[in-house]
């Protein structure tokens, strides 16, 4: 099975809306992280937010939030007021302790904001 | 800007030949992992090194091997290149041994095309 899906190829978002990037994914480890990458065209991966598994509270970068629903497993990124620099691929990754350092990528999202 | 920096950007070999990759860390970070990202696809881990030691491997042939250096920069080798290790190879810092998130900080890639 995979171990993150993120089921949105491509997606379309008016500029200064909100759009919500799908990620779920699988693990039996207690202990987790989930990480959010952006990546432009340049290819340089850009850290974007973090959700340890035991966070109590969805994490919030600026206008970057997770909305983690861990019953659900699933770690959706939301970016609001959308600006024409957030078109570029998004990864979801996991990192799960039992699995050291090894960041695990979801298939990404190419996101195009529209002026 | 990370302050991860590979180099070359850019590197055309052809089938056979062997190839070196370079890498030089964030200032403060211990710790180097490598990814092989395919076109269209999200990143795989290759290994990590941590104080000049491998310390986890992904599902990468011997032909694919590094090192660290003292100054925490690193090498990816890879012998006897075949067509399918074309890809952007992308290089990660973080600081691990302390309890903070060990978040994994990207260099812009170096993108080797086999031919």
């Known amino acids: 099975a995979q171990k993150i899906t993120q089921t949105q190829p491509g997606m379309f978002v008016q500029e200064k809306e909100a759009v919500t990037l799908d990620c779920t994914y699988d693990?039996?480890?207690?202990?987790?992280?989930l990480f959010w990458y952006k990546q432009p065209s340049s290819g340089e991966m850009i850290f974007l937010i973090y959700?340890?598994?035991?966070?109590?509270q969805n994490a919030t970068e600026g206008r970057y939030s997770l909305n983690f629903q861990k019953a659900r497993k699933s770690a959706n990124l939301v970016i609001s007021a959308s600006q024409l620099g957030d078109s570029a691929m998004y990864f979801c990754?996991?990192?799960?302790?039992?699995?050291?350092?090894?960041?695990?990528f979801g298939g990404g999202t190419r996101l195009m904001v529209k002026p | 800007e990370t302050g991860v920096t590979q180099s070359p950007t850019h590197l055309i070999k052809t089938r056979g030949q062997q190839v070196t990759l370079r890498c030089s860390s964030q200032?403060?970070?211990?710790?180097v992992s490598w990814y092989q990202q395919a076109l269209g696809q999200g990143p795989q881990f290759i290994f990590q090194?941590?104080?000049?030691?491998?310390?986890g491997r992904g599902n990468f042939p011997p032909r694919f091997s590094g090192l660290q250096f003292p100054n925490y920069s690193s090498e990816l080798n890879v012998n006897a290149l075949e067509l399918d290790d074309s890809a952007l190879y992308l290089c990660?810092?973080?600081?691990?041994?302390?309890?903070?998130?060990?978040?994994?900080?990207f260099g812009a890639g170096t993108r080797l095309s086999v031919l």
């Open positions: 990660a810092s973080s600081l691990e041994g302390g309890s903070g998130k060990n978040i994994q900080y």
């Open positions: 990754a996991m990192r799960e302790r039992n699995a050291g350092n090894m960041l695990t």
């Open positions: 959700q340890g598994s035991y966070d109590q």
């Open positions: 200032s403060g970070h211990n710790t």
């Open positions: 090194y941590y104080r000049e030691e491998e310390n």
């Open positions: 693990t039996s480890d207690p202990s987790y992280g």
